[in-house]
């Protein structure tokens, strides 16, 4: 586990350098520039199936794999220091959530969600998150409410900094956060799921104006009405919540897309 955390700090730490298949290892170690003469280095340390599962979807997570983005068995096997047995069950794996599109004779993407699809991934969240923030109030703790409040001062700093991929990170983890607090453990891996597979439609629907994201203003309010044990005032804000993203999913035209490699690299 330490060694673990080690490799992923100096991932983290180098995020900011690359930007292209490296999008899906910008967990790993900066491995590769396409336009470079050096070869590809692989993670020093050798990783398993779920650490390469874990790497990916993190890199989805965080926006630096776009959708749409072709997966490659060679360069992923070569970017994360593994067999091509281990990618192929990876993407299958990721397939199975429904974050990577595998087609006969095509190979693997990155998913793409329709416009439907991304409207009704976020009609379910309104329904379990306003599920959760009802069952959670009659339960909080002081603790919990200072957590949050914690959570949500860091997330307004990212955005201060104007790191806003920081920010959106923080922003998910609030969302997650509310579900754990619950303590219903299937409500919350129900929600897990779909947010795993939120970021894609995002950034495949989404303008990069901030006002089509998660607004920290309102993660306050919810917050608030929380802490003043009114369940039906947090809830009805949660609904908006998310109701404001879902009603502003729409089609939007395509970025040209970086290297694989970089992407994973990248932050």
Known sequence: ???????????????????TINSLTKIRPPIIDSNSDKSKQPFKIAMSEDDVLRQIEQAVIDHRLPPGTKLKEVQLAEVFGVKRGTIRKVLARLAYSRLVDQLPNRGASVAKPSVKEGRDLFSTRRVLETAIIQALVPQIEKTHIQQLRQMLDQEQKAYEFDNSKLALSLSVDFHRQLAKMNGNRVLEEYLNDIIRRTPLVILTHLSADPQSRCRNQEHAAIVDAIAAGDAKKAARIMNQHLLH???RIEYKSEDPQPDLATLLLSS
């Open 1 to 19: 586990m330490i060694i673990l955390s080690t490799i992923n700090l100096f991932i983290v730490n180098n995020i900011e350098k690359y930007v």
């Open 245 to 247: 993203i879902e009603n």
